[in-house]
Nanobody
């Protein structure tokens, strides 16, 4: 199984970025895909998840209204559109796949992880 993130980089505060996550080696339609971030010394935080089984989504309260997760089953890819980015959200963003849906997108459910993608928000 491969989970490969792309689309990170440098953006100014208030700006936007779109992260992409390409998944291969599993039955994409059977999995939940999630985006997470982890700041140094802190626990991995769930940002958003989407179920490819039934399309339901989860968003952390901190990103509701600004971030949008979407899934393209033909491309076997999941996207995270991030608007209104803040400097304190500078960190590594991860994509992961889970075989089950967790109501709050718990990281413990996710089995396959990408290497991470750096997002830097300048002030």
């Amino acid at each position: 199984v491969q989970v490969v993130e792309s689309g990170g980089g440098l953006v100014q505060a208030g700006g936007s970025l779109r992260l992409s996550c390409a998944v291969s080696g599993l039955i994409f339609d059977d999995y939940t895909i999630g985006w997470f971030r982890q700041a140094p010394g802190k626990e991995r935080e769930a940002i958003a998840c989407v179920s490819n089984v039934d399309g339901r989504t989860y968003y952390a309260d901190s990103v509701k209204g600004r971030f949008t997760i979407s899934s393209d089953k033909f491309k076997k890819s999941v996207y995270l559109q991030m608007n209104g980015l803040k400097p304190e959200r500078t960190t590594v963003y991860y994509c992961a796949a889970a075989g089950v849906w967790g109501r709050t997108c718990q990281a413990a459910y996710f089995v396959f992880w990408g290497q991470g993608n750096q997002v830097t928000v300048s002030s």
